[in-house]
């Protein structure tokens, strides 16, 4: 019995010992790659000695998402009254730098602090990961494993470089890292060294940080003085199917199908080429968007992403929320309200975790259990209607 019970141990970890040693000889892979990717032998052994993959990272490469954010969720998360609070902070406490930023790159204070803010939380939330270690296990198992050997040597070249050490180069699970969240490729392709120190670091100078972003954006056709686009009214019956980000055409031939100005407003007929977005469609808020909100797009790869930049550089600016609202009877909460309603969760005995404002699977879960005890639809979403029931004391 003895024997069989030590056979099956064993066994057991024989999957996590050939994981290690494909691994290991992944690595000694890379270690002849190197040399091409002018990273130094020397270099590569002393940052990868004793490196383990993280099987974590894995996970959140195939990871599907657990529910469909609307969009009123992620605008509301991301453009709340907090972090409009703590932007006009920072744009008051680094307006010298910020200044010359715009000066330099031609981008406006406002929408590099809104980046900033999307991004880090200004500086508050890096990513955890070593980029090296999640860079590494990327390199060698799961998709995308070529694209994530480039940006895996390109870490390694930045800490060569002397740029930033490697004990201070954590992220996120795929490598984005510093204030602004660069990947290693965008950073050695568009990071600057803006306070002079001979080295480019987004982590520990906020004044490179906020440089790089605003080279970024002018790289991806940034035009200076030119508005990101505005909220506009359809007319009754609009055909929808002539809207998208990439549908675009002049200006005139928009005024010509009976959009306005959200206020009322007649549009210039110009030449200008936009196109019409529709994020929850002819019901919800419609926007005319130019050549800067598709540099903004640029940097994330997603509409909402683009659009969450871009009405938080708005309200930087001192302008107001959306006119038109979002095509629901449920709307989405801020951070401070989030807390609010996990606090809330605590104190019906549901075990959460920390009261963070982030609606993690605990968070959901209670959300749930809550929604079906007052005959709700148990989605687990983190809105006005559960909120405002559990302040009832519902």
């Known amino acids: 019995m003895k024997n069989a019970l030590t056979f099956a141990l064993l066994l057991a970890a024989l999957p996590a010992a050939h994981a290690d040693t494909d691994f290991d000889a ?13 990273v130094s032998t020397d270099t590569f052994d002393r940052l990868t000695a004793g490196l383990a993959p993280d099987p974590t990272v894995l996970e959140a490469l195939d990871r599907q998402p657990e529910f469909v954010t609307p969009i009123w969720d992620y605008l509301a998360a991301l453009v709340d009254d907090e972090r409009i609070a703590d932007g006009k902070a920072m744009l008051g406490q680094w307006r010298e730098v910020l200044d010359k930023v715009e000066a330099e790159y031609g981008v406006d ?9 999307v991004e880090s939380n200004f500086g508050r939330n890096f990513g955890s990961r070593s980029l090296i270690t999640s860079l590494a296990t990327l390199s060698c198992e799961g998709r995308r494993q070529s694209y994530f050997r480039g940006e895996f040597f390109t870490t390694l070249q930045i800490v060569q470089a002397g740029h930033i050490a490697p004990e201070r180069l954590t992220g996120s699970w795929a490598g984005a890292f510093g204030h602004t969240q660069f990947m290693p490729s965008t950073f050695m392709r568009v990071a600057v060294d803006f306070d002079g120190d001979g080295r480019r670091d987004l982590i520990d100078s906020v004044p490179d940080a906020l440089a790089s972003t605003a080279n970024y954006l002018k790289r991806a056709g940034w035009r200076t003085g030119e508005p990101w686009g505005y909220e506009v009214r359809l007319p009754a019956g609009f055909d929808a199917s002539v809207t998208g980000r990439k549908a675009r055409r002049p200006l005139a031939e928009w005024v010509r199908l009976g959009v306005r100005r959200v206020d009322g407003t007649a549009i210039a007929p110009d030449d200008t080429s936009a196109a019409l ?19 903004i797009y640029s940097y994330n790869a997603a509409e909402s992403y ?73 989605n687990g979403r983190a809105g006005r209607k559960i909120l405002d029931a559990l302040r009832a004391g519902h």
């Open 277 to 295: 977005l529709l994020p929850a469609g002819v019901d919800g808020p419609a926007f005319m968007v130019f050549r800067n909100f598709h540099a």
């Open 109 to 117: 204070p406002a929408t590099v602090v809104a980046v900033w803010g």
């Open 306 to 378: 683009a659009l969450a930049i871009a009405h938080l550089s708005d309200r930087l600016r001192g302008g107001q929320p959306f006119v038109t609202a979002w095509p629901t009877d449920d709307p989405g909460i801020g951070r401070n309200e989030r807390r609010e309603l996990q606090t809330l969760l605590l104190a019906r005995g549901h075990d959460i975790g920390e009261v963070d404002g982030m609606i993690g699977s605990r968070t959901r879960q209670a959300i749930a259990a809550e929604q079906t005890r007052l005959g709700f639809d148990a």
């Open 26 to 38: 992944c690595l000694a892979r890379l270690r002849g790659e190197a040399a091409s990717h002018q």
